[in-house]
Nanobody, 113 residues
Framework: QVQLVESGGGLVQAGGSLRLSCAASGIIFSFNTMAWYRQAPGKQRELVAT???????NYADSVKGRFTISRDNAKNTVYLQMNSLKPEDTAVYYC???????WGQGTQVTVSS
């Protein structure tokens, strides 16, 4: 049974930082590309960042230079370090294995102005 469990969301002021974590189980974590998505109220879900098994990363233009995705294969965990947060970053953030049905339950990030 695959489980992806996010944590680390919360309320932060604009300009602040948060680090999201996603602990995976039931998959061979080190073999999989991992991704963070987000969905803001009334908007479609969007891809925020991905990280491959070889630790290549890719980011949405809206977060480049502010967010950093990383992984710890020993802990089966993927992270999203979010700096210089803006109100428009407010969303539910989801961890997922791309091109599968494996998704976490989401964690709320709210950035106040």
């Amino acid at each position: 049974q695959v489980q992806l469990v996010e944590s680390g969301g919360g309320l932060v002021q604009a300009g602040g930082s948060l680090r999201l974590s996603c602990a995976a189980s039931g998959i061979i974590f080190s073999f999989n590309t991992m991704a963070w998505y987000r969905q803001a109220p009334g908007k479609q879900r969007e891809l925020v960042a991905t990280i491959t098994p070889g630790v290549s990363t890719n980011y949405a233009d809206s977060v480049k230079g502010r967010f950093t995705i990383s992984r710890d294969n020993a802990k089966n965990t993927v992270y999203l370090q979010m700096n210089s947060l803006k109100p428009e970053d407010t969303a539910v953030y989801y961890c997922a294995v791309p091109r599968t049905n494996y998704w976490g339950q989401g964690t709320q990030v709210t950035v106040s102005s």
